[in-house]
């Protein structure tokens, strides 16, 4: 779950950063200029299960499957009825199952909201097993039957945010059953952990300790503060964590002790601390009783600082022959963009903290398996995954406000695989490929710490940057083209795993991108001809459907539907959390050669992002004709020919008064004879009034979209042409006020595309 104290670390560390990173294209064939011919690379999809690897050398996958969210999550959703509960383990474990090709399985449950010092009533009096809820039991004896692993979270932030209200308010448990001594963060009493290894003597395999060092730090300064009684996090004990370890040692559990602060425990003591030494002494402690064998040092990688993640510095691997293992987080993704972005509001000075509706949803599964892999290849005995949101379809309460649960879901919310899960499954099923990107975190993200934080429009950092093309055919079969920032010379084409087949069909208009929030990950709308007429629907980058549209792009007295282009039109106040997505001019034509009409629409908030509770609304025609003038060069467009109007970007900032900037223009795309022409208006470092024809050398014309293919925040045009039966895309850099053909291409061979769009993965940089 998003631990709470990394928050409060976070609002006082971070600094105004993000960044686009560069980016560039693989030569890979057109005609006129004479092409360098090299298809892109595809993922290949997972091979059968090798027999090559024995069991005892796997290492271990661990993944959290429920992080203690009390009568929502997997283990308590069902109360007694087990075959329901059943059904969504079975969901969980099917997408899991393939790695046990190369990888021993486990999963970890927060037993939070599974344990009650009085008991559930299903044992004698005083039998510590019926202090662990009957649900909890049988999770235990469905991974039991199924050779998994299961690991209880045993001292951790999370638990305590179960307990001090934030979560729950959960009674802290006793170091030992009746000693009278509630222990804060300790969910049970270590006889009950006891009589569960006792009980499930080959299925309940460790523990975890998580996120201790940051928790007491912060714990010990509200102490201080005299704010402990409303802290979440809390002064961890000598006592409690040396019991724990004497505990497990007793029954022969292993112990994950998994910190994104191990950086601290070679701090110098100051007037607030103790001395850090003593992590170091407990660790030994653990060494002690447990053996190197049964410990393992997880470095958890949701928290800062940055450079430990690129530079491989954990310092605790290996540490005095202890195992060595990652905690691989999607959190990252929050504190590698959202988190890092915060400034002071205009004419105050009050931090003005800006998050992500779901930061823990958007990391790559590109950067989750890079991590994964990494750790591997350095020795890693284990990598554990969270929060559970990002691997599966989960009934996760965070989603509430959203008006309909469902939509935030690729299928019904029942622990199934989602896409994500899948293309990460992919990669660490196939680590040795070389067209996988690369597992180095530093060709993603830059290893100067100072020029990260800052990170400034002059002088941007390298951060992770993933630009994508979405080719559809007219029955809706997809093909996707990535390019990462790691590598400036090829597309690779990653089709599988990537959307869903009801978003795309012959009923589809358009497909566009869209940027609905204030995060510089896209979203995406399509536009349908159905029964119900013209309407549009915007979807987050999840799958989700948003809202459904029947007015904005509609036929009307204004002529029929034809496209919608999205751009930022107006100057908006990032941090709020009003919508701040993309507006549009929506283009219609009228009948028996009217010509065509042009309408600039504002998105507007009906509530609050959190909600997604946004709408367009048209603006007033004065308005609008300044808009159409100032971003197109006209307030009208010629009929003849035109097949689309496309948006252009430029300059992915935050600028010092917490907006992002307008976009850069927009321009009419029509075909005539054998030629495309492009007219409209950019405005990079001054407005540019665009009007060029180009011709097309016998190609037809099939779609367009624009995207910024070679990292220099400008959007190149994006263009498909068919020519003798095959496809190609071809790409468009303005240059000066001209625009001219780029080498580069992309081979469709036979796809025969309706529709092109784009999408982009990457953060803001800051301007100083």
Known sequence: MPQPFIRSVLRILRTACLAILTLAILPVGCSQPTPTQAPPTRTPEPTARPTEIPEDEKPILLFEIDEGLGGVEVTSAHGKDFDALRTQLANILEGLDPLRARYRLAVLVYPTHH???EGYGEREAGDPLDRISPSLHE?????????????????????????????AKLPPAELRFGDGIPCRSLPMDMDTMEALKAAYPDTFEGIRFHELIGSHDIGTADRAAGKEQYSHAWVVEERVVKGIIDAAASCGLDLVWSDHSWNLIYEKPDKVYKPKAFWLDWVDYAIGKLGTDRLTLNWANNGWPVHQYVTDTFLLKGYKGAGYG???????????????????????????????LYP???????????????????GARMVQFEPPQYLFNTNNPRFRPLRDLSN??????????RLVLKRLVAYLLDPDNPDNPSTTLSDYFDTDRWKFNRNLETSPAKRYYQATLGVIDAEGARRYFDRYNNDLTRWIEQSENRSLDTLFGPDLVQASRINLTFSCIDEFFVVRRTGDGVVGQFHNNLQGLLVRDTLTFADNEDGTFVC??????????????????????????????????????????????????FRYVPVDGTTAGEILDRFLGSESIPGEGFRTLLPVRAR?????????????????????????????????????????SLPLDGAE????????????????????????????????????????????????????????????????????
């Not at 309408?599 to 908030?605: D, L």
């Not at 010092?656 to 054998?674: F, I, M, N, W």
């Open 115 to 117: 344990y009650k010092a």
């Open 139 to 167: 999770v235990l004896r469905f991974f039991g039957e199924e050779k998994v692993a299961v690991y209880l979270e045993m001292h951790s932030s999370g638990i305590r945010t179960n307990q001090n209200g934030e979560a």
């Open 326 to 356: 990652e905690s691989v987080q999607s959190w990252f993704w929050q504190e590698m963009d959202c988190a890092s972005l915060s400034w002071v509001r205009p004419g105050t000075t009050s931090p003005a903290t800006k998050w992500y």
């Open 360 to 378: 823990e949803l958007d990391m790559p599964a590109e950067l989750m398996a890079a991590f994964t892999l990494r750790a591997l290849e350095n």
């Open 408 to 417: 935030q879901y690729e299928t019904a919310p029942d622990y199934s695989a």
């Open 564 to 613: 919608a282009a999205p751009l930022n039109l107006f100057p908006e106040y990032l941090p709020s959390l009003d919508a701040t997505g993309d507006d549009l001019v929506v283009v219609r034509s009228k009948p028996e050669g009217g010509g065509l009409t042009l309408t600039v629409y504002q998105c507007a908030s009906q509530g609050s992002a959190e909600k997604q509770a």
């Open 652 to 692: 992915n900032v935050m600028l010092k008064d917490g907006t992002r900037p307008v976009d850069a223009g927009l321009l009419a795309l029509s075909t005539r004879e054998d030629a495309l022409v492009l007219a409209g208006a950019v405005d990079r470092k001054g407005r540019v009034v665009i009007a060029q």
């Open 701 to 768: 014309f099939r779609a367009a979209c624009t995207a910024d293919i070679d990292g220099d925040f400008v959007d190149e045009v994006c263009l498909v042409v068919r020519k003798d039966g095959h496809s190609t895309i071809r790409f468009l850099r303005l240059s000066d006020s001209q625009f001219e053909w780029l080498p580069e291409t992309i081979d469709l061979g036979e796809t025969d595309p309706a529709w092109i769009y784009s999408l982009r993965t990457g953060t803001y940089t800051q301007v100083p």
